[in-house]
């Protein structure tokens, strides 16, 4: 009897929908086509695992330190996915990356329905969303860098949950959704670490939203000592590192991802005589066509070899801030190869499972990358400048958008700036904000019917307003 309460109620919420705003039919829709796509790609991909990448191996020792010692620093890898890998194989078993890829998956379909859910809770229209939802959903490039067990599924999942609480922020400025934040963004860079620079500009558009809500004086104690609690938590793990490895860094990568861009730019040459030892080593790799620098830090030159490499950070960053405009401008380029460079991980297995249905969704979803990220600078210029005249009708969108575009940007300009390898693999995890950005950048370019001011966007959108005595916990 209560199964068909509990079903009569479904079906009466369901019919509603239906002939309302379909929110739930939409969403419903771009969630089982993300998980129906994926589950096709997982079946047509089976030998990934079989032959790791090597940064797998990687974390997989470190998960190991970890279960066994309770070591959470390394002078290579941060703690974010190992920690994930680890949680994985207590439920599944040692070493299990089967087992990690299937978490993966879910994490990639999970958040195809959050980017639903927070461009809904912009004021999107239903089917508006969920197209966006499946373009990133059902994308079978970017499922090509979730499968295997590295850190792009983690963090694409990881950039898509700030986004949806960023939203809720957005909505209402509260203390917990700010906590909330904070957290995230740690969670992500001890997962990627790029974005350790993301709280200062993220914090500080927050603020000013709060401020247009009149909610400043109440949030900006909780920013300013989140962010603090943020960086003090960064120099306690440097220094954790240093004390247990001997490495005071976050991870000596950085070093090294360095040392590739002033080879990548040939710019080596321009470095203080005082390295001109280290100048003459990578002018004989580049020489010979060797321009990767995990070969110049294997060669035999002993100061390179001290101190976790730390020569080729000094002497990378010695060349770089005697020439930014330089740097800048052959970084510059880069953006655009990020935006269209839609090579995947591995190709798809051909004679394999779906593989013409898989083949098709490929092509849609390169179309889908070189149109649609074609038009995020342009798209993101106008949502910020959106802001400046935004109405109660539409601030909620504008604002939500904005802030898309500014963790996508932020993705970008360090995957230019410190990138010199593997491009399509640096964008994936913002690859679904991109996307959604330009989505809403097209659909403002379509033209409009006088008259279609959607009504669920109204009811969704609070009003602007500094208010006295206005509730914001």
Known sequence: MMSARRWTRWRQVLTRDWHGSRRLTWGAAAVLLSALVTLAYYANQPAVLRDPDPDTRGYVAVAHAIVQRG???DPLRLPGYPLFMAGVFALAGRDNLTAVSVAQGLLFVLAAGELY??????????????????LAGANVHLLSYVYPP?????????????ALVITLFLRRPRVWTLWVIAALTLALFLTRPEWIYLPVPLFVYLLCIAWRRGALRRLLPHALVAVLALYGFLGLYVRANQAVTGCACLT???SINMLGKVMQYRMQDEAPPRYADMTRLVDSFLARGDDDPWNVIRADYPPLNRNFSALAGEYSTAIITAHPLEYLAKSLPLVARLLTDTTSFRPLARQRAF???LLALDDLSRLAFVALLALFPLGALSWWWRLRRATADDHLLV????????????????????????????HTPYAPLLLAVGWGTLLGLLPRRAGTQ????????PVIGRRAGASYE
């Open 454 to 461: 959607s009504v669920e966007r109204k009811a969704a959108v």
């Open 150 to 162: 590295l850190t792009e599924g983690l963090a694409l999942c990881q950039i898509v949950s700030l």
């Open 399 to 426: 604002e939500t958008m904005a802030a898309l575009a500014l963790l996508a940007a932020y993705g970008l300009a360090l995957s230019a700036l410190g990138g010199y390898i593997y491009y399509p693999r640096l």
């Open 252 to 254: 000596y990568v950085q």
């Open 71 to 73: 070591q959470l620093v």
């Open 355 to 357: 593989w013409p249905l």
């Open 117 to 134: 859910v927070l461009l809904c809770l912009a004021g999107m229209p239903s089917w508006r969303a969920g197209v966006a939802a499946l």
